[in-house]
């Protein structure tokens, strides 16, 4: 079965820097565009990265401006969310995600990040 595996969250500082990953099995990773979500407290989820199969094409958030990165390794079925300049704002939880369809959507459990002044 699908399975989404997320680590690299913490608690850093404003203005400090967050590596996450995503370690994908029961699918073939090298097909599927990833993406990242994230999930703050009474806020909806909303959509961080997106990096198509060969990792050519990426998209970004509005509010990224420029500070994440997101990327693949498709010989290790990883996706990385590079995270710099974080601020309060980012605090969230952090999910991977892929799909095969619009209505079947596969999550992770989250990795909590969390940015304090």
């Known amino acids: 079965q699908v399975q989404l595996v997320e680590s690299g969250g913490g608690l850093v500082q404003t203005g400090g820097s967050l590596n996450l990953s995503c370690v994908a099995s029961?699918?073939?990773?090298?097909?599927?565009?990833m993406r990242w979500f994230r999930q703050a407290p009474g806020k909806e989820r909303e959509l961080v990265a997106f990096?198509?199969?060969?990792?050519?094409?990426?998209m970004y958030g509005d509010f990224v401006k420029g500070r994440f990165t997101i990327s693949r390794d498709n010989t290790k079925n990883t996706v990385y969310l590079q995270m710099r300049n974080l601020n309060s704002e980012d605090t969230a939880v952090y999910y991977c995600n892929t799909r095969f369809t619009p209505s079947s959507n596969y999550w992770g459990q989250g990795t909590q990040v969390t940015v304090s002044s």
């Open positions: 029961g699918f073939t990773f090298s097909m599927n565009s």
């Open positions: 990096i198509r199969p060969s990792g050519d094409e990426t």
